[in-house]
């Protein structure tokens, strides 16, 4: 059964870069079934996907229009996780995000959340 | 982009009742819809993929139906456990999105 293990801090400056780590087990990160992905989840925007990460023979990564420019989401195959970054975060960044394993479209397995506030 | 709209926003519910939650897409999905369970303070958790087959583990008072531009959740006799809020997600047009949750409370 894969697991899903967040980190990183909680509290981020703005302007600064929000970065995020998800620690894969039971499954790996160079899969060719599934992708990884990061959302959040805010009152504001409910649930919002941001970015993904997957290998089909080479790596691939999609981003959320919304995010597009600031976002990129790295796996890290010696540790078999992957990670978000989003630079130049403002309030409106704060939120809870999730990392998820998603597989034919459906999110099957999400980590524990990780609250981040973006404030000075 | 794909908008998902359910309703109702929040449902009143005394345990042993019925349930039927409502999603609503601006376009066709075919069956490509999911819906998942949220808890307060823990991650959603999927319940129903395809539009109607249950994720594993998930129990048979739960059901899924519908295609195309609507569908619904159904929960036979709703449980004290199943307080929540229920999202759907549809995985027919790139990018996925998700409705903004139907909160089904104690009445």
């Known amino acids: 059964q894969v697991q899903l293990q967040q980190s990183g801090p909680g509290l981020v400056t703005p302007s600064q870069t929000l970065s995020l780590t998800c620690a894969i087990s039971?499954?790996?990160?160079?899969?060719?079934?599934?992708?990884w992905n990061w959302i959040r989840q805010s009152p504001s925007r409910g649930l919002e996907w941001l970015g993904r990460?997957?290998?089909?023979?080479?790596?691939?990564?999609d981003y959320a229009d919304s995010v597009k420019g600031r976002i990129t989401v790295n796996p890290d195959t010696s540790k078999n996780q992957f990670s978000l970054q989003l630079k130049s975060v403002t309030p409106e960044d704060t939120a809870v995000y999730y990392c998820?394993?998603?597989?034919?479209?459906?999110?099957?397995?999400w980590g524990q959340g990780s609250l981040v506030t973006v404030s000075s | 982009e794909t908008v998902m709209t359910q309703s109702p926003v929040t449902l009143s519910v005394s345990p042993g009742e019925r349930v039927t939650l409502s999603c609503r897409a601006s376009?066709?999905?075919?069956?490509?819809l999911a819906w998942y369970q949220q808890k307060p303070g823990q991650s959603p958790r999927l319940l129903i993929y395809?539009?109607?087959t249950r994720a594993t583990g998930v129990p048979a008072r739960f059901s899924g139906g519908g295609s195309e531009t609507e569908f619904t959740l159904t929960i036979s006799s709703l449980q004290s456990e199943d307080f929540a809020v229920f999202y759907c997600?549809?995985?027919?047009?790139?990018?996925?999105?998700f409705g903004q949750g139907t909160k089904v409370e104690i009445k």
């Open positions: 998820v394993r998603v597989r034919g479209g459906v999110f099957e397995s």
């Open positions: 990460t997957y290998y089909r023979s080479k790596w691939s990564n």
């Open positions: 376009q066709s999905l075919g069956s490509n």
């Open positions: 997600q549809q995985y027919n047009h790139w990018p996925w999105t």
């Open positions: 039971g499954d790996s990160v160079s899969s060719n079934l599934v992708t």
């Open positions: 395809g539009a109607s």
